[in-house]
Structure formats: structure tokens, C-alpha cells
């Protein structure tokens, strides 16, 4: 059943318009649960209001290009949502973004009511973001205003890259098409396609070196989601086992570097099936617990835990 007032509904039809070029008839009448008549007539109504609607068939809705809105007015939730992410936002960019953030927050705020300003003050001093303090953002920074350029200018990057887990220190030399920045619990990422492994990667800015935008042109497949990179790798992935103390679990399940794939809980362990691509990351997060985590099986897993420790105890003699 729809209970929005006709009003609401027009404006409601005009954004999803604005937003979603070319939409159907049908696809309105789904949207806000009317039927294809009703939506011909509020597109009329629209039209009458000299919003400049186009319609053709085959083709479906869309709005002249270079139309805008009037100013609109905010609710508190939605003022206080748009500047706490302005300043949350801000505080992840560069100073030309955080500049941009703050105009925006600028703008937001100036739009309101003097009561409504007062009640978004009130609860914006409850509410906060901390992004942490990183000693290499000037880096950081550099590295993402080149990137920002070349997805800007659909142009390759060529970059110095720092792998954790390598069989050498010294960085790789990659040439990567940008199709996507993102920031996954504070650490900055971008993800493109890979010319040396010759598929989609993903690359952590604080490791990136020399960054370069290259004169050559690229086009980002039109296919392309960022729920792509949330994928699993096609890595080879290996089934460990391992022995958690009851008492540290709940610290073990945050971030961890491996996909759970069983829990056996026991009266004072729990023991977890995991699966990784990477022996050396387990490992290294095994060793963080000290005496409240073993490595179980594989047998090859075991020992080379136990080799690690060795040479952690050759340090210390």
C-alpha cells in the first residue's frame, strides 16, 4: 500500500528520474507501488509545472540535461547525516577533498532553520570520527591526488609496489589501469587492472612508491561493479587448523587475515577451520597470541610454526 501524499511522490518521481535516465513506466509503477496510469498522470502534472520531461518510447523517462532542482529543505536526521559524513570524508582526503568537504558542510548548515541548527549542533557534539593519525600522509596524500588524476583522465599508473609477503624486499615496478579508490578499516586502496598479473588487484596506498601517471589511455570495463572486489582472489587457498583459548576469541574474530570455515567451541578452546591463501600471514597472526593460540594441522603448518619460534629464540640468546 502506498501512503505518500501526491506531493511527496511528484518531487520523489523527479530525483529518481534525475537519477535513473532512460526509467520505464513500469518501472515507476513498481518503485512507488501506483499503477503505469497514475504514473502517466503525474508525469503530466510534472510537465504542467514546466519540469522539462522526456519521454519516448522505447526509450523511457529522462530530464533535459542542465535542469536543477530549487534549494530543498532538510530534516534534522538527514542534516546531521550529510555533515557528519562531509567531516568524516574530510578527514580521509587530501586538503583540496577536506577543503571541499567543509564548503559542503558549509552549505548544508547555512540551508537550515535557526532551531533546526541548534538541534544538529546539539547532537553533532555527541557524535564524532576519528580517522587516526598516520605518520606517512604526506605520502598518502600524493599518491592519491595522482590517482584521483588518472581515473580523472583515464590514464595508467606506474608505481614502485611493496609486497608484505614477498620472496625478495625490494619493491616491483606495476603499471595498473585505476578503476577504484576505497577504504577498508582506515587503510586507503586502490584496485585496477594488473598489466603484470593480467587481471583485476588490489594495492594499499602506504605501499605504493613513485607514483606515475603514464600517457597511456585506458577505458574502464562498463561492466564493472565494486561488489567485484569484494570477491575472493583466485589464489590457490589452503584448510588450517587451529587452537584458540576461550578467553581471547573475541579479539581472534576481529579483522582476521583468513575465511572461517568451522567452529568446534570446547569447554575452555575453541578450535577453528580456516581457510587462507597465505601460510606466512597465519602464521605471523598465530605468533601474536603467545601461548593462547596452536597451530593443529596441517603437519606442515605445525612445523613450520614451530621453526618460526626457533629463530624468534635465536634472537634472544
Request: charged share 30%; with cysteine.
Amino acid at each position: 500500500m502506498n501512503y505518500m501524499n501526491r506531493t511527496d511522490r511528484l518531487f520523489a518521481i523527479l530525483l529518481y528520474i534525475q537519477s535513473n535516465p532512460r526509467c520505464r513506466a513500469e518501472d515507476l509503477a513498481n518503485r512507488f507501488d501506483i499503477t503505469k496510469r497514475t504514473v502517466y498522470r503525474d508525469i503530466s502534472a510534472l510537465m504542467e509545472a514546466d519540469v522539462p520531461v522526456i519521454g519516448k518510447a522505447g526509450e523511457g523517462y529522462s530530464i533535459e540535461d542542465g535542469y536543477f532542482l530549487p534549494p530543498v529543505s532538510f530534516t534534522k536526521d538527514e542534516a546531521l547525516l550529510l555533515i557528519l559524513g562531509a567531516d568524516a570524508v574530510g578527514q580521509h582526503f587530501d586538503a583540496q577533498y577536506k577543503k571541499a568537504a567543509r564548503s559542503a558542510e558549509n552549505k548544508i548548515h547555512a540551508s537550515l532553520s535557526k532551531d533546526l541548527k541548534k538541534e544538529v549542533a546539539y547532537l553533532k557534539s555527541y557524535i564524532s570520527f576519528f580517522s587516526g593519525i598516520n605518520s606517512e600522509k604526506g605520502k598518502l596524500n600524493d599518491a592519491m591526488q595522482k590517482i584521483r588524476r588518472a581515473i580523472m583522465e583515464k590514464k595508467s599508473l606506474a608505481f614502485r609496489y611493496y609486497k608484505r609477503y614477498s620472496d625478495t624486499t625490494e619493491p616491483m615496478v606495476r603499471e595498473v589501469d585505476p578503476y577504484a579508490v576505497m577504504n577498508f578499516y582506515g587503510n586507503w586502496a586502490m584496485s585496477g587492472y594488473d598489466h603484470l598479473r593480467k587481471d583485476l588487484r588490489m594495492f594499499r596506498l602506504d605501499r605504493m612508491e613513485t607514483v606515475m601517471v603514464t600517457s597511456k589511455a585506458f577505458e574502464r570495463p562498463k561492466n564493472f561493479r565494486f561488489s567485484q572486489l569484494a570477491k575472493e582472489d583466485q589464489s590457490q587457498k589452503f584448510i588450517y587448523q587451529v587452537k584458540i583459548s576461550r578467553d581471547i576469541f573475541r579479539w581472534v574474530k576481529e579483522q582476521p587475515p583468513y575465511k572461517i570455515i568451522k567452529t568446534q567451541t570446547k569447554k575452555d578452546h575453541v578450535i577453528l577451520t580456516i581457510e587462507s591463501s597465505n601460510e606466512n600471514s597465519i602464521i605471523t597472526w598465530l605468533i601474536r597470541w603467545g601461548d593462547k593460540a596452536e597451530a593443529l594441522s596441517p603437519s606442515t603448518f605445525r612445523e613450520n610454526v614451530k621453526s618460526t619460534l626457533s629463530k624468534l629464540l635465536t634472537i634472544y640468546k
